[in-house]
């Protein structure tokens, strides 16, 4: 059992569950919640959460989780680090907004350098935008590409999560559900095959040749390991090609780096397992501990080609999400890329044997650092091992159209790592076991049925 740090577990291990799962409190909520929320919101089991310490998250019926899925591969620092809050109240005692879009914040400055010295830019030289959320500077990589470089076209990738609002949509290509009712999408939008060296011919053969000539396209943009579509980590090959492409048509690489990100892979960021650079990087998630902010970290030469008042935002760089920003590139760099790396081999010997013991079931585990996925026979059984995990107290999530994502926050202790490989052990023998692999342990009802995650 993992020892759980005191203010919410005191000498209760983690996990503990005191209730059925979910609770009577949670189950009178989930009722509440869907009267009053937007039913497009794509829920995945019904935790309710009202308290977060390290990895130990709390419920509202005081059960105690072990949180291996960190808010979408967000709180990179654990559930309020002490130093993230002690930022965050001493900047919101200082000053809450004032806009760095109009006027001159000195801690959205200091982000910025902070974020163009530490992001590995093509050319040494960078400078950086704030924006909001992730979705938001995929937006603003678009604008910036297509107004630095006078072409209109950008091309994404199969598979590819950038997020929802238009542009940023239009780029996306995990679930034809993403897309449905929402056309006409943004014109000008390519989807690639990923991942392999192989399917990099694509660009010559079948874009290039057919479809639009290089000199129209303004950029690809990439997720050096992709996320939603299902922890898929690309050939070696495959990103340095990517930039031979870019670097022979004059063609921006913008590496989305959303989810990848601020050490999560054990590297500070996923292109450096590849000594790759970009010449623009996306940053959100892991950033800032959970507080919402976004970086678009790019060419210092192509920021410097629009004027004022070709982008902006009222919020975007808000100084309580630079406080805890900064905060938090503190703590990843005072070791949390290295622990990251550790745990994430811890994680990989641990599963690798589920492979081999249960060969129809588990059909890949694969990753780097603490982007961990577990690929599944079925999208049912993936649902039903998040299920059986959410059932002993882990919390993990479906990614992909048939695997289960481990995205615990880099802070996450040996101890902690063997408990969640346990419970996934646990989880996988559960659902082998069933003979005809139709599901009875998840209730029926809103979260009975198979329901692919977004
Ligand atoms: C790689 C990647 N890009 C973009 C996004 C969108 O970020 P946000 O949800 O903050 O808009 C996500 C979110 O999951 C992501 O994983």
Known sequence: ?????????????????????????????????????????????????????????EDIDGNLFLDFAAGIAVTSTGHSHPKVVAAIKEQAADLIHFSASDFYLPIYAELCERLANLAPIKGGRARTYLGNSGAEVVETSIKL????????????????????????????????KYHAHFGPLLPGVYHAPYGTVESLKWFDEVLFDKLVPANEVAAIIVEPIQGEGGYLVPEEGFLPGLREICDRHGILLIADEIQSGVGRTGAMWAVDLWDVKPDILLTAKGIASGMPIAGMVARADLLEKWGAGAHGSTYGGNPVACAAALATLDLIEAGLVDNARARGDQAMAGLRPLVTRFPRLIRDVRGRGLMIGLELDTAAHAEEVQWACFQRGLLVLQCGKSAVRMSPALTVSEDEMATALRIVGEAVTEVAARTDGISTAVPSGRFGSPRPRP
């Open 145 to 176: 590409a297509r107004y630095a470089t006078g072409r209109q076209n950008v091309v994404a990738f199969l598979g590819a999560f950038h997020g929802r609002t238009y542009g940023a949509v239009s780029l996306t290509a995990s679930k034809s």
């Open 1 to 57: 059992m993992a020892h759980a740090p005191s203010r919410l577990a005191h000498a209760r291990p983690v996990p503990h569950i005191v209730t059925e799962i979910p609770g009577p409190r949670a189950r009178a909520h989930v009722a509440y919640d869907e009267t009053w929320t937007s039913p497009s919101l794509p829920r995945a089991y019904p935790i309710v959460p009202v308290r977060g310490e390290g990895l130990t998250v």
